[in-house]
């Protein structure tokens, strides 16, 4: 948008009188933020309303991506970014005496996300904006989000975060547009005059699914689309209601919106999920109905105007919910109303590892879900009659919906969906090939890769300035728009001039993490050490135990030669662990007493560090990924689906140490392998071994010196205050079979370290890959992901460009 310095500052103080009536200068940031966030929201406004405008009268296609998740990350630079006035709001904030850096911090970081997932998804609802596919978030407005880790004695701790306690600024309530979400009761079917069966529903409970509405930016395109997430609330009571009763049911029926993923080790935790993923689904495909039925094309062409996209199992139950519409409320036979779901419908799966493929017991979704479970029985009951003339009864059973008492999500959305598609190439093929292989005979044209990515604007241009200015002097600004331009970039390779540009801007960025991390945790860091990162959810898959058991062979190495000539090193670690996952848990602990003991040991002369950051996010991943040297990803080859941390850290110049596993394949394709250390186990190699059953960690213990004082010190007291987790890994990594085969891998990991201990006292040749590694990281912008998601799968119209 155009906008001048001076209308700017007009607006701004014209709208701190109109929220506050007081000058600027009486205000507190907080307050700064606040009238900034309006005034960017009217900056918007007209664009927000005359894209849906322009989507219904030209009755276009829209795309609803169904999430649980949505790490949005601060959104007031992202917002002042896209409409394309960043640089004009910080001078003007600046002519008023307001430092824009110090009101950004003001806004809460909403953790309405886990990890790679949730933030894949606040990616693309950026990227569709920005590549002008009509395309909206749905998800669940959650009061407190994903708990706040508090680290207690090394020990995670989990607390409420109330992102909301002081309103959110970009979100609109929007009354009119609440639906009404229907659990329990009871559910039978009768024959109408016509001899049409219609369900008759008792005794169910109402919930009020009210929505709040956020604006999504399109850089610099006047596109705003939107982010619909329901709050669950009590609808308005008759004057029967007593009072207590009332209460009761507003508690339960508010739990609903209130926390995201509620503690799955009971049932009632369960149960909650279950709620939570039908009250989202069931409200966004109601809303979706209405919004299409405006549009006056029958019910029959639906698929041609409204694409749903099911963002791994949380959303699957949106099959049978829209099955549910057509036929009870459309009225539509169910050949026809199958075949509009199934057009409509498409699913992405996240991940191989069997705890996240959801399955709900019989009784629990039968109760809570009556009308829900009787769909659900008629697609299976349905799908294996169909398929049992087709296919050999034990593809049939592995594949059906429910079995052994339970409703199988990844079934009912693959069955239910015209697109599956994994989020690499690695991925994908063990889809097709193993996880997924009945599928994949049944249904093989449905199969297809997405490779995740990520957007260039976040993790580029607002993280890092410094790097986008060196690029644009270099190359120009074309790769904004167009990322892959990036590859321009190669032609500075053996430019001395650059490369120590790009040498001193990484130091910069070192030094400034380094400064925030002496006034959050009293650290002091040497930024001339190797920067050496791991940011990620906490799973045994992702290996966090394999660094952490290579920094200790590390600092027994300077315990037994304090002058071993080793460059100095700090490990970062960011990563929450799920509430009730012990063994996750019990790593973070040791991490922690690990770093008491090398963090206070002066005998080594500051050669090791280890910062574990509390809380984890992505404000603090904005910070981190700019600093990073190195970028671990360093999971068990096969179990990564994809990785997005990787695509991060290599756009900002961090060389990738990986094995060779979900994207980071895709990366060493790019960059080629001169430009990453790869190391351990390959796919191929993990399956044989599972094949095989040959792999006995407790040999590697025996047979390895220097992993048995490694393991043997998370037992014998040398790490302070950990005995009982030091014992359990142990035990799991020597005793109980190492199911990451960490051992394995430990001695090819640490080789692969020692290399980029040589490599990084080369300064041109460590700048030289991280300068390839940048030109290369452009393929992996969410643009794209989202633009072939958009032509190969929702079949909306997207402005495509070549990659
Ligand atoms: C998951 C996968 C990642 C993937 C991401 C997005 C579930 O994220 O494990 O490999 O990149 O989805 O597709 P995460 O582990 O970070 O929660």
């Known amino acids: 948008m155009d906008l001048s310095k001076r209308k700017f500052k007009d607006d701004y103080k014209k709208m701190m009188t109109e929220v506050y009536s007081m000058d600027i200068s009486e205000a507190e940031p907080t307050e700064q933020f606040f009238v900034l966030g309006n005034l960017v929201r009217t900056y918007s406004s007209k664009n927000w309303s005359h894209t849906n405008q322009v989507y219904v009268e030209n009755k276009q296609k829209q795309t609803y991506y169904f999430s649980m998740e949505f790490l949005l990350g601060r959104m007031l630079k992202s917002n002042l970014l896209n409409l394309g006035i960043l640089n004009t709001v910080r001078d003007g904030l600046y002519d008023l005496g307001i430092d824009l850096e110090t009101i950004v911090q003001m806004e809460p970081d909403p953790g309405l996300g886990n990890g790679g997932l949730g933030r894949l998804a606040a990616c693309f609802i950026d990227s569709m904006a920005t590549s002008e596919i009509p395309g909206h ?3 669940i407005r959650f009061k407190y989000g994903l708990f706040k880790q ?31 979400v229907r659990l329990y009761g009871k559910v039978w079917l009768e024959k109408t005059a016509s001899g049409v069966l219609e369900p008759h529903y008792e005794g169910a409970q109402k919930v009020l699914a009210v929505p709040y509405d956020t604006a999504v930016i399109g850089y610099k395109n006047d596109v705003v689309n939107t982010l619909r997430l329901w709050s669950a609330e009590v609808p308005a009571q008759d004057e029967s209601t007593d009072y207590w009763s009332f209460i009761h049911q507003r508690n339960q029926i508010e739990s609903i919106s209130e926390v995201l993923y509620p503690d799955d080790s009971n049932y009632e935790g369960r149960l909650l999920r279950l709620k939570q993923e039908y009250f989202f689904v069931s409200a966004g495909v109601q809303s979706i109905i209405r919004h299409y039925k405006k549009m006056r094309v029958p019910m029959l062409h639906l698929a041609e105007k409204v694409a749903i996209h099911i963002n791994d199992t949380h959303p699957a139950l949106s099959v049978p919910e829209l099955m549910r519409i057509l036929l009870d409320e459309e009225k539509m036979d169910w050949e026809h109303a199958w075949n509009v779901t199934v057009n409509v419908m498409s699913y992405t799966n996240h991940t191989i590892m069997s705890e996240a493929l ?17 769909i659900i029985c008629e697609i299976d009951r349905r799908f294996t009659m169909k398929m049992s003339t087709l296919f050999d009864p034990s593809i049939v059973e592995r594949t059906r919906i429910i079995e052994c008492g339970h409703v199988k999500m990844a079934h009912l959305a693959i069955i239910g969906s015209h697109s599956i598609n ?22 093989p044209s449905k199969f297809n890769n997405k490779t995740n990515g990520i957007t260039q604007r976040r993790w580029l241009m607002l993280a890092n300035e410094p790097l986008c200015n060196l690029i644009n002097r270099k190359i120009g600004n074309d790769w904004e728009t167009t990322p892959t331009e990036l590859k321009m970039l190669k032609a500075f390779r053996d430019d001395e001039k650059t490369l120590i540009e790009l ?18 945790m009293g650290l002091v860091l040497n930024p001339d ?52 996952y012990t063994y996750a848990k019990q790593i973070i602990k040791l991490i922690n007493s690990v770093a008491d003991l090398i963090n206070q040991d002066t005998t080594i002369k500051e050669k090791l560090k280890i910062v574990f950051v509390e809380n984890y996010g992505v404000s603090l991943a904005e910070k981190i990924i700019p600093a990073a040297d190195i970028s671990e990803q ?45 190391f351990g186990l390959r796919e191929e190699e993990v399956y044989q071994y599972y094949h095989d059953g040959s792999y006995h960690s407790k040999s590697y213990y025996d047979r390895n010196p220097v992993l048995r004082r490694v393991l ?7 790490i302070p205050d950990a005995e009982a987790e030091g014992r359990s890994v142990f035990d799991s990594l020597v005793y109980y079979g190492d199911e990451y085969f960490v051992l394995r891998d430990f001695d090819a990991y640490s080789a692969a370290q020692k290399q980029i201990d040589q490599l990084y006292r080369d300064t041109l040749k460590w700048q030289r890959m991280a300068l390839i590694n940048i030109a290369g990281a452009g393929t992996f912008s969410s643009d794209y992901t989202v633009q072939q998601y958009a032509s190969q799968i929702w079949d909306v119209f997207s402005r495509i460009r070549d990659i």
């Open 529 to 580: 050490a190797i920067f050496d990162v791991q940011i990620k959810r906490l799973h045994a898959y992702k290996r966090q135990l394999l660094n952490l058991l290579h920094i200790l062979s590390l600092y027994f190495q300077l315990k037994d030669h304090p002058e071993a000539d080793l460059h100095p090193r700090v490990f970062i670690f960011g990563a929450k662990a799920a509430p009730s």
């Open 358 to 374: 959801e399955k709900w017991p019989i009784d629990m979704i039968s109760t809570l879900l009556p009308r829900i479970y009787q």
């Open 503 to 520: 040498a001193k801007i990484k130091h910069q960025n070192k030094e400034r993490f380094a400064k925030h991390i002496q006034k959050t």
């Open 634 to 678: 360093i999971s068990l080859a096969s179990k990564e689906a994809s990785g997005t941390s990787n695509m991060k850290l290599m756009l900002n110049g961090a060389i990738t140490l990986a094995t060779l596993d979900g994207a980071n394949v895709e990366i060493r394709d790019r960059v080629g392998s001169n430009n990453i250390i790869i």
């Open 422 to 443: 994994g989020v690499a190439q690695l991925h994908t093929t063990i889809l097709k090939e193993k996880v997924l292989h009945d599928f994949y005979l049944i249904y």
């Open 150 to 180: 508090k680290f207690v004695n090394g020990y995670q701790v989990e607390l409420p975060e109330n992102w909301l306690q002081n309103g959110n600024v970009w979100e609109t309530r929007k009354m009119h547009a609440a639906v009404t």
């Open 712 to 718: 043997n010190a998370l037992i014998d007291g040398t």
């Open 137 to 139: 978030g749905n998800g």
